[in-house]
């Protein structure tokens, strides 16, 4: 059974940073594409970034020069390195993959932005 688990969220001040950690068991994701998503209380889930098996990455604009996204293989993780956080990072942080056809995500991580 493959399960996503996030974690690495949690309070921190306007500014600052985090990085949140998406750890794959039950199969190895070193080739599968990860996304990462977001949601904040009343919207809907959107896209944040996402890394290809061979390490391309793609972001959304609002956080281009503030997100990276990266992936160690060897340890079936996917992380998301958050700099510079402003109170619209505020949300659950997802993982995302998918086997085959089968869609994956983990539980999520909140992220909460103080100011």
């Known amino acids: 059974q493959v399960q996503l688990v996030e974690s690495g969220g949690g309070l921190v001040q306007l500014g600052g940073s985090l990085r949140l950690s998406c750890t794959a068991s039950g199969s190895r994701f070193s080739f599968n594409r990860v996304d990462w998503y977001r949601q904040s209380p009343g919207k809907q889930r959107e896209w944040v970034a996402s890394?290809?098996?061979?390490?391309?990455?793609a972001y959304r604009n609002s956080v281009k020069g503030r997100f990276t996204i990266s992936r160690d293989n060897a340890k079936n993780t996917a992380y998301l390195q958050i700099n510079s956080l402003e109170p619209e990072d505020t949300a659950v942080y997802y993982c995302?993959?998918?086997?085959?056809?089968?869609?994956?995500w983990g539980q999520g991580t909140q992220v909460t932005v103080s100011s």
């Open positions: 890394i290809t098996g061979g390490g391309t990455t």
């Open positions: 995302n993959t998918y086997y085959g056809a089968t869609p994956f």
